[in-house]
């Protein structure tokens, strides 16, 4: 008897591999990483600038770079069954320095699909 369907015989390629999923959140990871590193240079280079810290928040960044977007996710979650809670927890977010926000799940998606390849640590003496 056979469980699932028989991917060979259709031509369709099988389900994903474990290690699929794993290159596909070190990607993310890494890319949202490299979006945080960009907006800290440019919150660093800011800082310098006016010769004290800035922290430009994620609303900022997302209106200089497309209000339009921005307006239309409000208006989206407006009109949802937890609209006002939806809308006050994305203002929080929007609040938080942009680094911060794109940076921490790049750090947890590119943790998450790092190798699970066991290390084999070695004393002196075993060399």
Not at 30 to 51: E, R
Not at 60 to 84: M, Y
Request: with cysteine.
């Amino acid at each position: 008897m056979q469980k699932g369907p028989n991917f060979k015989a259709s031509g369709l390629p099988g389900p994903p591999k474990d290690g699929d999923m794993r290159l596909l959140l070190r990607v993310v990871g890494t890319l949202l990483i490299a979006c945080a590193v960009i907006l800290v240079i440019i919150d660093g280079t800011k800082s310098l600038g006016s010769n004290g810290l800035v922290l430009t928040p994620l609303g900022d960044t997302w209106t200089q770079i497309h209000p339009a977007s921005l307006e239309a996710l409000k208006t989206f979650l407006g009109s949802r069954l937890f609209g006002p809670l939806l809308e006050t927890v994305v203002t929080a977010i929007l609040g938080f320095p942009g680094w911060a926000v794109i940076g921490v799940p790049g750090l947890l998606l590119a943790w998450a699909g790092r190798s699970r390849r066991e290390r084999v640590y070695l004393r002196h003496d075993q060399i």
